[in-house]
């Protein structure tokens, strides 16, 4: 009767375990965005806490700006425990009217910011013959 109830407990401690490594996992890829809108155009802060710009790819494509990002696995044989793997995600946002030949970005301490400026509207007069 005592061992049965510490084979419950285990059972229970090792399925709350699996269960927050399963979560980690799904919530993995997800790319926390901060989108401000001013009369000059959007600023975008992704948080991308120790990712490489390198491994950072940005498109502004009809109105959709996308972010991916492609995290490479260290090549190493000397892990004890191994939990981190290569991981693509991406994150895709309708940011219409950016005049995609002014994008900016930069990264600065994990954040990926990210500048549209508006496209000017420009209006042509049109005379009457």
Known sequence: MFNDIFDELNK??????????????????FIAVDVRKDNDGYLVEAALPGVKKEDVSINYDQSVLTIEVKEHEV???????????????????????AESSQIKAKMQDGILMISLPFAKKTTNLISID
């Open 12 to 29: 229970v401690f090792n399925d709350v375990s699996n269960g927050v490594k399963e979560a980690q996992k799904r919530g993995r890829g």
């Open 75 to 97: 090549a190493n044989d000397s892990f004890i425990i191994k939990e981190r793997m290569e991981n693509f995600y991406k994150r895709e946002l309708e940011l219409p009217d």
